[in-house]
């Protein structure tokens, strides 16, 4: 009974988001984008909830896994009674052409089951060797997990002070969301994090390939899925626990809902697109670059637009959804973390010590490496994706979320080199160490762009 | 009758060719965790990483619940690797490098000049490995 209950409470923050998404107007996604959404939506606001029960002197961790499961029963309610309130939009028209079964669509499909296949053994024999992940799995994220597990109630304060934990700094999604399923489950079993990584890894190859299936077709959707499965990068970074490839989820699905606000300009896109933008902030620092980056690209389209008094609304409604976990991240920065190495560095003196020449062409030469291979011998997906581009043609007018999100995941790569620049660590290692997986971050957000260049632009529907 | 292929059929064919090479990139990784995987299971093992982990949590009992561990390393092997994974096996207990705590957790072979088995200041309580041993301190 016990363990049925924890299953369910485990499983309660998907299938909340799960049926709001189908339920509102962001149905026009289509039922397996929801999906994702929801999985990545689920994880993060959980982590938002679990770390704020956290902070509450609760008389047991039965009390506080009751209160927590009151919460997400709640929801879940909610959620069940609005929808029998509301009328039910009709879903959106997706103006596609009719697919028939086509050589390539066949080899598309063998490719995704291939590659899919490949990806999932290199998953599961990675997770066989090495269960407690790579070494920023226990070094960076678990250990903080099994402070917030096995420190209930006050000795989890102890990684956060003097001297506080390594990298203690870094926010507290994965984390948060660890120990919450430890502590439902009853121990700490490496299951969690392995299937934490693994929902996460498969929700970023559903959403890029079934979102463009929408916007598109089958095919180009399922050469966008095969294209991420047979990056060496994810498949070595997808069972590694660490928080990179949720990373990579939460901003896909940012651009993917800032996409379905464009289109089909329903307030709830605007608000789901801020949290998901709010969340990678919570995952890992780069989300603090990556919520202005995206905010501004936002203001530049919304003012391009003006369309009506309320031409704003879109950026506002999108900080108002980022709002939430900006508050957790902020509370967490302010009352907890201990400065960044990066940016307790900063001095006028280091910093025109490492803005030079050499250090530019260093940091941009192994970018082009890595943007090149993507973890590859010879040549990796982006250039392959450059490839199809060129020869199938981009849309006379592209999508305008395509060129936005381009233009947004170019001014993160500019931000990443000016950390990089920055940074007071030796730029050789830091590079070695890192690059890498800083790349995968911005990789399915890429690979969804740069197919959807082909996609018309699609003028927006009325607003319910 | 001639067959036409549309730019995107030739994009998407060309596409789908070339992931031939990224994909070859993961097949090395795929077979030797495999390779790991079946040698595991012949010599019916835990993984390294599990054994590793399950050694330094049966250090638990020989330690305070909550507080400061020190961690000290003598021979050749890296301390950064020792700190991090005993951080993670005994957590929520601080590990700090340092011999200045009230329990020590010494890596390396007892025998170096620098262990702690050669300081009158502390007395061995457990010793689970040849090269792990954990020391408490007698005098402050």
Same mark, same amino acid.
């Given at each position: 009974?016990? @363990? ?124 066989? %060797? ?185 950026? @506002?409604?999108?900080?108002?959804? %980022? ?142 | 009758?001639? $067959? ?17 090479? #990224?994909?070859?990139?993961?097949? #090395? ?18 993984? #390294? ?11 638990? #009992? ?8 020190? $961690? ?23 590990? $700090? ?36 041993? $954990? ?6």
């Amino acid at each position: 009974m016990m @363990a049925v209950a924890s299953a369910l409470a485990a499983i309660a923050p998907v299938l909340a988001w799960y049926l709001l998404l189908r339920g509102c107007a962001t149905r026009a996604l289509g039922p397996m984008v929801c999906f994702g959404a929801a999985a990545g939506l689920g994880l993060g606001t959980s982590s938002l909830i679990w770390w704020t029960l956290i902070q509450v002197p609760f008389p047991s961790a039965s009390t506080r896994l009751f209160v927590d499961a009151m919460v997400w029963t709640t929801l879940l309610l909610g959620v069940v009674v609005a929808q029998r309130r509301r009328t039910t939009l009709p879903p959106a028209e997706h103006t596609r052409a009719p697919w028939s079964l086509s050589p390539v669509l066949v080899a598309a499909t063998l490719a995704v089951v291939v590659m899919g296949g490949m990806a999932a053994t290199t998953f599961a024999a990675t997770s066989i %060797a090495s269960p407690h992940g790579s070494w920023d799995a226990w070094a960076v994220w678990n250990v903080r997990a099994r402070f917030l597990f096995l420190g209930i109630p006050t000795g989890w304060r102890e990684a956060f002070s003097g001297p506080p934990i390594e990298v203690a700094d870094y926010p507290m999604l994965v984390p948060a969301a660890i120990a919450r399923l430890w502590t439902l489950v009853g121990f700490d079993t490496v299951l969690v994090p392995i299937g934490v990584a693994a929902m996460c890894a498969a929700a970023v190859v559903l959403v890029v390939g079934t979102s463009l299936r929408r916007h598109l077709s089958p095919t180009t959707g399922l050469l966008a899925a095969a294209l991420l499965l047979a990056s060496p990068a994810f498949a070595r970074w997808a069972p590694s626990q660490c928080a990179d490839v949720p990373l990579s989820l939460y901003m896909l699905l940012t651009y993917v809902l800032v996409a379905g606000g464009m289109e089909h300009r329903g307030r709830s896109f605007w608000l789901l697109a801020g949290l998901c933008a709010g969340l990678t902030a919570w995952t890992k620092n780069e989300g603090i670059v990556f919520v202005p980056i995206t905010c501004l690209v936002i203001a530049v389209w919304a003012w391009h637009r003006r369309d009506g008094r309320l031409w704003w609304r879109p950026l @506002a409604d999108f900080a108002l959804g %980022a709002a939430p976990a900006l508050l957790v991240v902020t509370a967490f920065k302010y009352s907890l973390s201990p400065p960044n190495l990066i940016v307790d560095a900063q001095s006028s003196a280091h910093v025109s010590q490492m803005l030079t020449i050499e250090r530019l062409v260093q940091i941009l030469t192994a970018l082009g490496d890595r943007l090149w291979f993507s973890g590859a011998t010879t040549v990796g997906i982006l250039p392959i994706l450059v490839a199809y581009l060129v020869l199938a043609g981009p849309a006379r007018r592209p999508a305008t979320p395509a060129v936005l999100t381009l233009c947004a995941l170019a001014l993160m790569l500019v931000a990443y080199v000016g950390v990089y620049m920055l940074t007071p660590l030796n730029l050789a290692w830091q590079l070695s160490t890192s690059l890498e997986r800083v790349v995968l971050q911005l990789t399915p957000s890429l690979v969804w762009a740069g197919m959807l260049l082909r996609a018309p632009t699609v003028a927006a529907r009325p607003s319910a | 009758m001639p $067959v036409r292929l549309s730019r995107h059929t030739l994009a998407a064919g060309v596409g789908l060719a070339l992931l031939l090479l #990224p994909a070859s990139a993961v097949l #090395p990784m795929a077979e030797w965790n495999l390779h790991i995987w079946q040698r595991l299971r012949t010599a019916n093992r835990l993984s #390294p990483d599990m054994g590793t982990d399950m050694a330094y949590r049966d250090l638990a #009992p020989h330690l305070p619940a909550r507080g400061v561990i020190g $961690v000290h390393e003598v021979g050749e092997s890296t301390e950064r690797r020792l700190f991090f994974r005993l951080q993670y096996a005994l957590a929520p207990r601080k590990i $700090v490098v340092t011999r200045e705590a009230e329990f020590v957790i010494e890596g390396g072979p007892a025998s170096a000049p620098a262990s702690l088995t050669h300081d009158p200041q502390f007395t061995l309580i457990a010793a689970p490995e040849a090269d792990l041993r $954990v020391y408490r301190r007698l005098t402050r």
